[in-house]
């Protein structure tokens, strides 16, 4: 293939990781790429190497904005993107070589609506890695509605939740935005209003392609995290985007989401404490 393919990467003080992050894109095995630096109005040097970055790749574009949040900075990014399909990548993270084209190439067939590969996880805190969604997924039955399918994925793995660890037809993606007032779930919200607008195949790349630092999370992050009301509000938008009269299998699914979110809210106030 030889489309273009926009990697949209949103920056705030993460100088200590940003060259390696960029680095990981510029040494892609698929090099038609479109790469948007957006710099969210960052006090240390991370602007000043994203610049020194644009001089020597013609790749790369770019944008500085006052510090307005990771959803904005994103959002700018869609504006700017002329590719075909569109990554998001976070300025604190790596990719392997392979990332774009093994993520690309389901793309050739045209039933194809998003492509989603596995996570390794490097635990800073504890010095540990962990290589996750890499395991084979229940395929959708002839049985099963878009919607229940989503809500199943959603209940039973996480590998859907974030942004970053997929490839989104540009065609679609650029008619969305993030939500800038959220702090918390705005990722998920992203990727759902994304397949509500395709009927297509969700194609998964059972690999860590993803290198994603856990340890890096601002304390705001994290305090998102453990407030009931954050995880209730995103519930009430997964329950407005199933729509009013959801049959009884999406009601069961939609019910294990929320267990599971139940659970998630604990675990994160116990490892605030």
């Keep these: 293939m030889d489309s273009k393919v926009s990697i949209i990467i949103p920056i705030y003080n993460t100088e200590k990781y940003l060259k390696t992050c960029l680095d990981s894109i510029?040494?892609?095995?698929?090099?038609?790429?479109?790469?948007?630096?957006?710099?969210?109005?960052?006090?240390?040097?991370?602007?000043?190497?994203?610049d020194d970055y644009a001089k020597k790749d013609r790749r790369i574009k770019?944008?500085?904005q006052k510090n307005q949040g990771q959803s904005a900075a994103r959002n700018n990014g869609l504006k700017e993107a002329t590719g075909d399909?569109?990554?998001f990548i976070d300025s604190d993270d790596k990719i392997d070589p392979t990332f774009v084209e093994k993520l690309l190439a389901p793309y050739q067939?045209?039933?194809?609506?998003?492509?989603v590969c596995g996570i390794h996880y490097n635990r800073l805190k504890t010095a540990t890695e962990e290589d996750a969604y890499i395991s084979e997924l229940r395929p959708k039955t002839p049985r099963e509605s878009k919607e229940a399918y989503i809500l199943r994925l959603l209940?039973?793995?996480?590998?859907?939740?974030s942004s970053v660890n997929k490839l989104y037809r540009a065609s679609i993606a650029k008619t969305l935005s993030f939500d800038v007032s959220l702090k918390f779930?705005?990722?998920t919200r992203f990727v759902l209003n994304y397949l509500k607008k395709t009927a297509n195949k969700i194609e998964f790349i059972l690999e860590p392609l993803y290198v994603y630092n856990f340890g890096t999370e601002t304390s705001t992050v994290k305090k998102t995290s453990t407030s009931w009301e954050n995880w209730q509000n995103l519930y009430l938008f997964l329950k407005s985007w199933l729509g009013s009269k959801p049959n009884l299998n999406e009601k069961f699914w939609l019910h294990m989401v929320h267990l599971r979110?139940?659970?998630?809210?604990?675990?994160?106030?116990?490892?605030?404490?």
Aim: overall charge positive.
């Design 109 to 115: 067939n045209k039933n194809t609506a998003l492509t």
């Design 62 to 64: 770019a944008i500085h």
């Design 155 to 161: 209940a039973l793995d996480g590998r859907l939740y």
């Design 85 to 87: 399909y569109i990554g």
């Design 185 to 187: 779930g705005e990722d």
């Design 261 to 273: 979110w139940r659970i998630s809210f604990v675990r994160s106030r116990r490892r605030a404490k």
């Design 26 to 50: 510029l040494g892609q095995t698929y090099e038609n790429l479109e790469i948007i630096l957006v710099d969210d109005g960052s006090a240390d040097n991370s602007g000043k190497i994203i």
